[in-house]
């Protein structure tokens, strides 16, 4: 019977996150990058929820297939934050800003303004 023998877990060093991926690689505008994933994650969010496919979230949002499509992938690089906020609109979401970051709020359910 062979001896079970311990190997020695090879030393790995360990970085603490800054708290921003973008920032801890080095990208020029990290807060901008977070910024952009953020709502894209949201505008993911709405469209899994809702059960929509990538033509009827385009549709909704007033762009083509293939840019929903990019955009779920996360290829955000021809995506700017405030058209990525416009999209979010379109879906029924709005944002408000918190400590800099966006946060999705569902409208109000009912009206208001009809007292």
Known sequence: MQAMVKRKKPDISVTPSSGNVFADLGFAEPEKELMKSELASQIRQVIR???????????????????????????????????????????????????????????????????
Request: no cysteine; glycine share 8%.
């Open 49 to 115: 929820r809702r059960r929509l496919t990538q033509v009827a979230a385009a549709a909704l949002m007033g762009i083509d297939q293939p840019k929903v499509s990019a955009l779920l992938n996360g290829r955000l690089a021809s995506f700017s934050a405030n058209r990525l906020r416009r999209l979010l609109t379109a879906l029924g979401q709005g944002t408000t800003e918190s400590r800099g970051r966006p946060v999705a709020r569902n409208p109000s359910p009912r009206d208001d303004s009809r007292v």
